[in-house]
Structures are given as structure tokens and as C-alpha cells.
């Protein structure tokens, strides 16, 4: 995620770290790499001219404390202001109004269709009834992809397929929402290329109809600063109340998201950061400036292994850990739970120092192909095989070769490996009841 600017904002700190004292000279110098990084990162040349002096002036008139090395002081000014250039908080969707409606517009290709599936499927799990609408009567793909989607996640999506007067679809819509019972309705609506003004007409006439809460603008974030333009556009015709920016996946520059709020003073409420329908997030400012920065994301992190495991999962696999019982089967059930996390290349750039390791070791795609052949390993065996590995004989280790599609050696080396974990959990094991023990001598306990 921002990968290009991030780095080249590692190379600026970098001589900032260097900087024994503050002074006018050798911060204007350093900040000049900041500047050219924020400007090949596609951001609004008026944000980045901007964004630069204000940092520039508080690390001037900064007071250095003592225990903090300067340029470090620096690093966090540009932080703090990176934060405040995203939005400074997470800013939340309105859910008044009976039924609640959110209108998403934006332009042909920047992933609206998806995007609505992915808010409903969001909400959904918030405990909210969404009904997902069809409102692009001008391409039957998107009706028909929307209802793939409704389908996906078992939420009506309502259609009328031949309809092309938009606000009678809206009528409707309304009408079968509180017959049905669902509380929120997602308009898709129609996009173009480029904008023209009957679309933005229809759209105008649609939002005074239904009166919607929120108006998300769905922009496509490699797009970089022609997204802003967009959200100009957009905005001074509709009063948009916020964006979701997707495709961060991809080659995102940066651009949009730190040109956005700035230019245009909305929001980014929600981001897309992959394909499947769970790559979606609120977007919290602080934690995207600590990933822009390599500070990495612990805080997602955290609440995306929550979201994957249960806590009583996670604790019955410490305890099966600690004592030594760890087997295949646990073993694939935390392949399957790292799944869900995402990408190892996204997990990865989610811890400190993330992008920088990412750096040195060079695509992950390797690694997490390693780990979907070692499923496919487990998964050709028999659950008495995954759970007492030594029975696998000669016999037993070709048969799942065979059905795994690799090699007896590629199993052995898998299976040597898994032994190796055993043992070092084992000793662990030991040593932590060890250490119970001390801690309860007379003068090992705490003081």
C-alpha cells in the first residue's frame, strides 16, 4: 500500500535521522526529499507546498527535548501533519433516518458495484438488514454482477430489469424496503468514463428523492491526483459526504487519498484493499500515516486476527502449543486462519518496519505459495495421519505426494520441518512450567 512513496519517504528520514541540530538550512534541505517524494506520489502540488511549510515551521520553532535526537522530533511533526492532511480521525457513516440510504456514484470503472457489496456485507455484520439496489440502467453487467453479489452474501438486491427511469427503480425500492423490513439501502448508480451532465442530473434527481445520508464517492485510488479532480466535480454538484477509496492493492500512488480532504474538505470513510469482499475497511487516518511512514498498522493487524480467530480458538491453541500437543491439524487450521488475514505481503507491511523487510526479502508471492502447497500436503492426508504423523510410512508419504502434486522429498522436507516446531514448542513448554516453579521458591516470587 503506497509502497513507491513510502520508500522514497524512508530515504528522506533517513537523513533526517541524521541531523544532529535544527536549523533553517539543513531542515529546508531535508524536507526537500519530502517534498519531491509527496509530488511523485501525485499529490496536489498547492497540499504539498502547504504540507511542507507547515512542518517546516514547527520544526523551527520546535523546543528539542532532550531525550529525543532531532531529527526523530522532525520525523514526528511530519507524522502528526501527515495525519491531519488524511482527515486527523476515522469518520463515521450516519446511520439516521428510517430507512437509512447511501447513494454511491462515481465514475465508470472505479469499482462501485463491488464496493456497494462490500459496505452491505460490513453493515451486515454491524447488525444491520441492507438491501442492495440496482440503480445503473445503463449496464445490464452491473445489475447482473450486483445480484452475483446479493446472492454471495444471502442480501436481497432489488432489481427491474428493462426499467430505465431510475427514480421510478427508487420508488420501488423504497417501498419493498420497509415491507421487507431493511433498514439501510445501497443505491449502485450509474457511472461514466468521464463525467457528463446527465448523468450528474439523474444523480441530482435521485438524491432529492431519496434523501440519502450518505453520498459516498467511490474513486480509484491509482488515479492519483485526477481523482481529486473528480471529487471536485462531484462534489459541487451533489454535496458529497465522503469517499471510498479503492484498489490500494494495486500501484496507489498516494495522490488521492493525501490531495482529498484537503482540496476538497470530505472525508475518506472507507477503503477497498483487495478483491475479495472482506478487503474493506474503515479508514483511520493515524493508521495510514504510521503504514505511509513504515511505522506499520498493529492496531488492523490486531483487530483482523480478531475477526479471523475466536478468542477461545486462540486459547486452546496457546495451551495445545504449551504443551507440547501441537499437531498437522492445528497446523493447517492456522494456515487457513492466516488466510483470512490477507496477503503475507499485506500482514507483512502492517508491522513496524514491514515495508523494509518486504524490501530486502523481495516478493512474498514465493512464501505464500509455500504455504498453500504445505495445505495441500495436509489435506491429502487422513485426519489419523494429520494427527499422529509417524504413522506415515514409505507407502503412506507417496500416496500424498501423488494427491498433492508434489514431490515425497517436498513432504519429507515439510514434514522434518513440522518436527522441528514440535520439539521447540515442546521446550519451550518446559521451560515456562521451569520458570512457574521458580517464581514459586521462597526468594524467586516478586518483590
Same mark, same amino acid.
Do not use: W
Given at each position: 500500500?503506497?509502497?513507491?512513496?513510502?520508500?522514497?519517504?524512508?530515504?528522506?528520514?533517513?537523513?533526517?535521522?541524521?541531523?544532529?541540530?535544527?536549523?533553517?538550512?539543513?531542515?529546508?534541505?531535508?524536507?526537500?526529499?519530502?517534498?519531491?517524494? @509527496?509530488?511523485? #506520489? %501525485? =499529490?496536489?502540488?498547492?497540499? $504539498?507546498? +502547504?504540507?511542507?511549510?507547515?512542518?517546516?515551521? *514547527?520544526?523551527?520553532?520546535?523546543?528539542?527535548?532532550?531525550?529525543?535526537?532531532?531529527?526523530?522530533?522532525?520525523?514526528?511533526?511530519?507524522?502528526?501533519?501527515?495525519?491531519?492532511?488524511?482527515?486527523?480521525?476515522?469518520?463515521?457513516?450516519?446511520?439516521?433516518?428510517?430507512?437509512?440510504?447511501?447513494?454511491?456514484?462515481?465514475?465508470?470503472?472505479?469499482?462501485?458495484?463491488?464496493?456497494?457489496?462490500?459496505?452491505?456485507?460490513?453493515?451486515?455484520?454491524?447488525?444491520?438488514?441492507?438491501? @442492495?439496489?440496482? #440503480? %445503473? =440502467?445503463?449496464?445490464?453487467? $452491473?445489475? +447482473?454482477?450486483?445480484?452475483?453479489?446479493?446472492? *454471495?452474501?444471502?442480501?436481497?438486491?432489488?432489481?427491474?430489469?428493462?426499467?430505465?427511469?431510475?427514480?421510478?427503480?427508487?420508488?420501488?425500492?423504497?417501498?419493498?424496503?420497509?415491507?421487507?423490513?431493511?433498514?439501510?439501502?445501497?443505491?449502485?448508480?450509474?457511472?461514466?468514463?468521464?463525467?457528463?451532465?446527465?448523468?450528474?442530473?439523474?444523480?441530482?434527481?435521485?438524491?432529492?428523492?431519496?434523501?440519502?445520508?450518505?453520498?459516498?464517492?467511490?474513486?480509484?485510488?491509482?488515479?492519483?491526483?485526477?481523482?481529486?479532480?473528480?471529487?471536485?466535480?462531484?462534489?459541487?454538484?451533489?454535496?458529497?459526504?465522503?469517499?471510498?477509496?479503492?484498489?490500494?492493492?494495486?500501484?496507489?500512488?498516494?495522490?488521492?487519498?493525501?490531495?482529498?480532504?484537503?482540496?476538497?474538505?470530505?472525508?475518506?470513510?472507507?477503503?477497498?484493499?483487495?478483491?475479495?469482499?472482506?478487503?474493506?475497511?474503515?479508514?483511520?487516518?493515524?493508521?495510514?500515516?504510521?503504514?505511509?511512514?513504515?511505522?506499520?498498522?498493529?492496531?488492523?493487524?490486531?483487530?483482523?486476527?480478531?475477526?479471523?480467530?475466536?478468542?477461545?480458538?486462540?486459547?486452546?491453541?496457546?495451551?495445545?502449543?504449551?504443551?507440547?500437543?501441537?499437531?498437522?491439524?492445528?497446523?493447517?487450521?492456522?494456515?487457513?486462519?492466516?488466510?483470512?488475514?490477507?496477503?503475507?505481503?499485506?500482514?507483512v507491511g502492517m508491522l513496524p518496519g514491514g515495508a523494509e523487510m518486504i524490501k530486502q526479502q523481495?516478493?512474498?508471492?514465493?512464501?505464500?505459495?509455500?504455504?498453500?502447497?504445505?495445505?495441500?500436503?495436509?489435506?491429502?492426508?487422513?485426519?489419523?495421519?494429520?494427527?499422529?504423523?509417524?504413522?506415515?510410512?514409505?507407502?503412506?508419504?507417496?500416496?500424498?505426494?501423488?494427491?498433492?502434486?508434489?514431490t515425497v522429498t517436498e513432504l519429507n522436507t515439510m514434514l522434518n520441518k513440522f518436527g522441528e516446531?514440535?520439539?521447540?514448542?515442546?521446550?519451550?513448554?518446559?521451560?515456562?512450567?521451569?520458570?512457574?516453579?521458580?517464581?514459586?521458591?521462597?526468594?524467586?516470587?516478586?518483590?
Amino acid at each position: 500500500m503506497f509502497e513507491s512513496l513510502s520508500g522514497k519517504l524512508q530515504n528522506a528520514f533517513r537523513n533526517l535521522r541524521g541531523l544532529g541540530k535544527i536549523s533553517e538550512a539543513n531542515v529546508t534541505e531535508s524536507l526537500r526529499e519530502v517534498r519531491m517524494a @509527496l509530488l511523485d #506520489a %501525485d =499529490v496536489n502540488f498547492k497540499v $504539498a507546498r +502547504d504540507f511542507i511549510e507547515r512542518v517546516k515551521t *514547527q520544526s523551527i520553532g520546535a523546543e528539542v527535548i532532550a531525550s529525543v535526537h532531532p531529527g526523530q522530533q522532525i520525523i514526528k511533526i511530519i507524522h502528526d501533519e501527515l495525519v491531519a492532511l488524511l482527515g486527523s480521525q476515522n469518520s463515521a457513516l450516519n446511520l439516521g433516518g428510517n430507512p437509512t440510504c447511501f447513494m454511491m456514484v462515481g465514475l465508470h470503472g472505479a469499482g462501485k458495484t463491488t464496493s456497494s457489496g462490500k459496505l452491505a456485507r460490513l453493515l451486515l455484520k454491524q447488525g444491520r438488514q441492507p438491501l @442492495l439496489v440496482a #440503480a %445503473d =440502467v445503463y449496464r445490464p453487467a $452491473a445489475m +447482473d454482477q450486483l445480484a452475483t453479489l446479493g446472492k *454471495q452474501l444471502e442480501i436481497p438486491v432489488f432489481l427491474q430489469r428493462g426499467e430505465t427511469d431510475v427514480l421510478k427503480i427508487a420508488r420501488a425500492a423504497l417501498e419493498f424496503a420497509r415491507a421487507n423490513h431493511r433498514n439501510t439501502i445501497i443505491f449502485d448508480t450509474a457511472g461514466r468514463l468521464q463525467i457528463d451532465e446527465v448523468l450528474v442530473q439523474e444523480l441530482v434527481h435521485l438524491r432529492d428523492l431519496v434523501q440519502p445520508q450518505e453520498i459516498l464517492l467511490v474513486l480509484d485510488a491509482a488515479t492519483g491526483q485526477e481523482a481529486v479532480n473528480v471529487a471536485t466535480h462531484f462534489d459541487q454538484a451533489l454535496n458529497i459526504t465522503g469517499a471510498i477509496l479503492t484498489k490500494l492493492d494495486g500501484d496507489a500512488r498516494g495522490g488521492a487519498a493525501l490531495s482529498l480532504k484537503s482540496v476538497t474538505g470530505k472525508p475518506i470513510k472507507f477503503m477497498g484493499t483487495g478483491e475479495k469482499l472482506d478487503e474493506f475497511e474503515p479508514f483511520h487516518p493515524e493508521r495510514m500515516a504510521s503504514r505511509i511512514l513504515g511505522m506499520g498498522d498493529v492496531v488492523s493487524l490486531v483487530e483482523r486476527a480478531a475477526e479471523a480467530v475466536s478468542e477461545d480458538d486462540a486459547r486452546r491453541m496457546e495451551e495445545k502449543m504449551r504443551k507440547g500437543l501441537f499437531t498437522l491439524e492445528d497446523f493447517q487450521e492456522q494456515l487457513r486462519a492466516m488466510k483470512k488475514l490477507g496477503s503475507l505481503e499485506n500482514i507483512v507491511g502492517m508491522l513496524p518496519g514491514g515495508a523494509e523487510m518486504i524490501k530486502q526479502q523481495g516478493n512474498l508471492s514465493k512464501q505464500e505459495k509455500e504455504f498453500k502447497r504445505m495445505e495441500a500436503m495436509i489435506c491429502g492426508m487422513t485426519p489419523q495421519e494429520r494427527r499422529s504423523p509417524q504413522i506415515l510410512n514409505a507407502k503412506r508419504r507417496v500416496r500424498i505426494a501423488k494427491g498433492s502434486g508434489v514431490t515425497v522429498t517436498e513432504l519429507n522436507t515439510m514434514l522434518n520441518k513440522f518436527g522441528e516446531m514440535q520439539q521447540m514448542m515442546r521446550k519451550m513448554g518446559k521451560m515456562s512450567k521451569l520458570m512457574g516453579k521458580m517464581g514459586g521458591m521462597p526468594g524467586m516470587g516478586r518483590r
